[in-house]
């Protein structure tokens, strides 16, 4: 099972940013509920929390914690942008510490990719900064600034329906197609665990393998209903049998008595 986080920035006695009749929070939240609305109806597999769902102030502290002890696989911040009234664009960020490789960096890849092609912005490139919400998630996170509320033409944008569900969608898009293949979409290969019947030996064992691999971790129900289990998908991360095999392999000494196979994407 895939767990993703909605941040919609902002909401209640925080407004965010203003400007041409519009409130950050409230763009925020109506591109955010699309996105979930997207991934649970168009994806197996997925399981959406948000931060906020209704108008309400929800400390950034609260929104981290929430997310980390949910145990999210993905965290996305929804924002918008403002500045000066002249400027406007597309932009999105990952934590200053870390590489444009990382997980946070392939995910940010991603999302900008698709949601550049749809929102009709000018693209004002990856960036990368300190905020909060991406500095103390445990998982990988990626907050988007998309366009600025006090220029006249992004803020026209905003108020259309079509732009808010296109904007969500690509948002969706991008998430899932990130989760379901870490990466390009070209990795061949991804490993699959035998089944857990205890929920603390899933617990620990996805911590063992999170500790050592750089991979996206996927719960995948066992569907015998007479002994209900989970088995542990890694995103497809390899290329050839080679690589998968040395992977299984290492794999098999992370998480000790239980089997590892590998399988195609
Ligand atoms: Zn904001």
């Known amino acids: 099972m895939v767990k993703v986080y909605i941040d ?38 997925v399981k959406v929390r948000m931060s906020r769902t209704t108008d ?17 696989s993905v965290f996305i911040s929804i924002h918008i942008n403002s500045f000066n009234e002249s400027t ?14 990382s997980i946070d960096g392939q995910l940010q890849d991603a999302l900008h990719e698709e949601i550049i092609k749809v929102n009709g912005l000018r693209d004002r490139g990856q960036k990368k900064a300190d905020f909060h919400v991406l500095r103390e998630s445990d ?10 509320i006090d220029n006249a033409k992004d803020a026209a944008k905003m108020k259309q329906t079509s732009w808010i569900k296109a904007v969500a969608k690509a948002h969706a898009k991008a998430i899932a197609n990130y989760l379901y293949n870490q990466g390009d979409g070209k990795m061949k290969y991804r490993l699959r665990t035998g089944k857990f019947d205890f929920a603390e030996d899933l617990v620990t064992a996805k911590k063992a393998i999170k500790e050592n691999f750089n991979w996206v971790l996927y719960e995948v129900p066992e569907s015998l209903n007479w002994n209900p289990g989970y088995r542990i998908i890694t995103g497809a991360a390899f290329n050839s049998l080679k690589e998968a095999e040395e992977a299984q392999s ?16």
């Not at 102030?57 to 929104?63: C, G, K, M, N, Y």
């Not at 406007?88 to 490789?101: K, M, P, Q, R």
């Not at 998982?139 to 600025?148: A, D, I, K, Q, Y």
Request: no cysteine.
């Open 8 to 45: 919609p920035g902002h909401g209640g006695k925080d407004p965010g940013a203003l400007g041409n009749g519009l409130m950050e929070k409230n763009v925020t939240l109506a591109i955010g509920k699309k996105v979930r609305d997207y991934l649970i109806n168009d994806y197996d597999f």
């Open 56 to 72: 309400k102030t929800v400390a950034l502290e609260d929104r981290v914690k929430d997310a980390n002890k949910w145990g999210a």
């Open 88 to 101: 406007s664009g597309y932009e999105d960020y990952i934590h200053e510490t870390l590489s444009t490789n």
């Open 139 to 148: 998982m990988p996170s990626v907050l988007t600034e998309n366009g600025f």
């Open 250 to 265: 290492k794999l098999r000494d992370t998480i000790p008595g239980y089997a590892v196979y590998v399988i195609e994407a």
